[in-house]
């Protein structure tokens, strides 16, 4: 690869990253969701103090905010790639960027340059309000073990991100693809875990949640952390490949 081919390269992804931070909604919404996930982890470490001590599991309460915390992810991945169409500024990015397939990869790479330190610092920042307020009380839990959690909740949270994202450049507009996967994650979801049985495993949440939730001795543990992780980006992978294809073809 030529120097100013390499050059190109980091221009478009600053391009990219700049377009992002300098998005007021992306930093609202992460600020919100930051916020929103200590106050749910002091919720949910307040109900589990007032239970019988030395029974309580850190990683388990100070994660117990994922299933609402992904949210805030949906919907950066969906306004990271929606925004650009409101007001028509995606056909000045097309103009000054003809290559709408090495584009829009650019994009999902500063998405996720973004979003994995947010991520880790949100779901970290958690854990470890519950691990001050439940220290002396909660079962003591091993340094690998808590390494290994967080970064599942980070990658599982990255995932859904660009997952939200490539979903937002199929569907092209904030709210349809709002409505499609906060209904898909928050009401067709966990209405039909109960008639799916074995086969919900291999949709994209479910796979997610042994990403980074410990291995239980109480509950069969269906899937590896491994295997929840290939699941998630297989899912995550076809949506992009999907969004890619439909950019490259339709007009803007």
């Not at 067709?188 to 994209?204: A, I, M, R």
């Not at 890619?244 to 339709?250: A, L, S």
Request: proline residues 4%; aromatic residues 10%.
């Amino acid at each position: 690869m030529s120097v100013s081919s390499s050059r190109k390269i980091t221009q478009i992804l600053g391009a990219e990253l700049d377009k992002l931070v300098t998005l007021p909604l992306i930093g609202l919404t992460l600020l919100v969701t930051f916020i929103l996930n200590l106050g749910l982890a002091a919720a949910f470490t307040s109900v589990d103090l007032q239970g019988a001590a030395g029974t309580q599991n850190i990683l388990n309460t100070g994660l117990s905010s994922m299933g609402y915390l992904q949210a805030g992810f949906i919907i950066l991945g969906i306004l990271a790639t929606c925004s650009e169409y409101t007001g028509g500024q995606i056909r000045t990015t097309l103009t000054t960027i003809p290559w709408r397939g090495f584009q829009l990869s650019t994009k999902y790479l500063a998405l996720t340059i973004i979003t994995i330190p947010a991520a880790s610092f949100t779901t970290a920042s958690g854990v470890l309000y519950t691990f001050i307020m439940m220290k002396d009380t909660a079962v003591v839990i091993e340094i690998d073990e808590m390494i290994k959690s967080l970064a599942g909740a980070t990658g599982y949270l990255t995932l859904t991100t660009l997952l939200s994202a490539a979903i937002g450049a199929l569907l092209r507009r904030t709210t349809p693809a709002l409505v499609v996967l906060l209904g898909y994650y928050f009401i067709v979801s966990p209405l039909s875990k109960d008639f799916l049985h074995n086969t919900k495993y291999f949709f994209p949440d479910t796979a997610g949640y042994y990403m980074y939730m410990p291995p239980s001795s109480d509950e069969i543990n269906v899937l590896t952390p491994m295997e929840g992780t290939g699941i998630s980006l297989l899912w995550t992978l076809i949506f992009i490949t999907a969004a890619i294809k439909f950019y490259r073809k339709r007009d803007a």
